[in-house]
């Protein structure tokens, strides 16, 4: 839990501070030890058993408030101040009645679980004190993970001063507490990665919205094609105009009339085709909608019969699905003519191929002849 805090960036995302709970879990796990003999193995002597069987569970008393405290919502501060005051007192006092009083430490063992009741009361009314201010103001507690846990370390920790003031031999001090502990920190780190998987669940769907919201801004609607924001992009990171390249613009003819005449889903469905053969000729990723019936397309790295046969292949295409597109297409080799000058000139051709095919109809580009 120590390492999980250390490694996550944004600490303020935790749900609760681990670190607290980490630390809680450490002076805890080594208390639960202390009557197994493994610290007087590792030491040698009965002093490792002593300081940890008598002061470990109080170094407990301040990260354990820490860290209910970042359970609530109401996170007061005046509650860890509470705790460190008790901690201190009572290693004080067990440190006095042994170094100086040279009392042995049973006889104020007394001592010792009334600082786990001052404890567990101060951790109540924390705990009621937040209880009644989410029910003031409707917010929800999710709690029942560290109640289930608590509960079950309350009960450890009630049967084993009762089997210590009974004098009974059936089970060493505090077994039962030591079940207890261990069940409540298992029940918060289940609570801890449930957390964690819903976090990584939410994170993952946001990315995939954003990915999803961030492909919406770079195509088109209606055709999946790259748009004008697209296009600019393609400009500035995929044309290299140190090599050879084609500008094509095209135009598709007679859409105003299919949608006056024939509704505006026949006109997509026309917009739909002619992309199609678009698509087919040129590659999906290098054509781009920039107007309602107007659509670009690049030739990287080509020769200027390889722009015309594409050209006349992507006419080709169309007039076989019975549509009709105007198609203006530049040849570019050299560096000295600037992207505006091509783009004004295949414009230019594309005009003059729509004004042959309007030649005695209506041209909605060309008024004059309306």
């Not at 501060?77 to 009572?90: R, S």
């Not at 169309?318 to 080799?333: F, L, M």
Request: glycine share 8%; proline share 2%.
């Amino acid at each position: 839990m120590l390492a999980v805090y250390i490694w996550i960036p944004d600490k303020s995302a935790l749900p609760y501070d681990i670190a607290m709970l980490g630390i809680t879990t450490l002076l805890g796990g080594l208390w639960c030890l202390s009557q197994s003999g493994m610290m007087q193995l590792i030491t040698g002597k009965s002093i490792g058993f002593r300081m940890i069987e008598y002061f470990f569970m109080e170094l407990v008393i301040y990260p354990l408030t820490c860290f209910v405290n970042s359970v609530t919502i109401l996170k007061r501060k005046i509650y860890p101040k509470i705790a460190t005051c008790v901690m201190l007192f009572i290693i004080s006092f067990q440190l006095l009645m042994r170094y100086v009083f040279d009392t042995d430490m049973h006889r104020v063992l007394i001592y010792t679980y009334i600082s786990y009741i001052i404890t567990f009361v101060l951790i109540v009314v924390m705990l009621t004190d937040n209880e009644i201010y989410c029910r003031k103001n409707e917010i929800s507690v999710n709690l029942k993970y560290f109640y289930t846990g608590g509960v079950v370390f309350i009960i450890g920790s009630v049967i084993d001063i009762f089997i210590y003031y009974m004098d009974n031999p059936i089970t060493q001090n505090g077994t039962f507490m030591r079940v207890g502990l261990c069940t409540w920190v298992i029940a918060m780190l289940l609570q801890f990665l449930i957390w964690w998987a819903g976090e990584h669940v939410t994170i993952e769907k946001e990315r995939a919205m954003q990915k999803k919201l961030f492909g919406y801004s770079f195509k088109d609607s209606l055709t999946g094609i790259g748009n004008r924001r697209a296009l600019d992009a393609f400009e500035k990171t995929k044309l290299e105009r140190t090599k050879p390249f084609g500008y094509i613009m095209c135009d598709i003819n007679g859409l105003k009339r299919t949608n006056d005449t024939k509704g505006h889903e026949e006109g997509d469905h026309l917009i739909i085709d002619v992309v199609t053969c678009l698509k087919e000729v040129f590659g999906p990723e290098n054509v781009f909608r920039i107007g309602g019936d107007e659509f670009v397309a690049y030739v990287l790295d080509t020769s200027r019969e390889e722009i015309k046969r594409q050209v006349e292949y992507a006419n080709e295409l169309i007039e076989q699905k019975g549509h009709s597109a105007s198609i203006g297409s530049v040849y570019c080799d050299d560096r000295s003519m600037s992207l505006g000058d091509i783009k004004k000139q295949a414009d230019a051709l594309m005009y003059a191929a729509k004004k042959n095919y309007y030649q005695g109809r209506e041209d909605r580009r060309d008024r004059k002849n309306g």
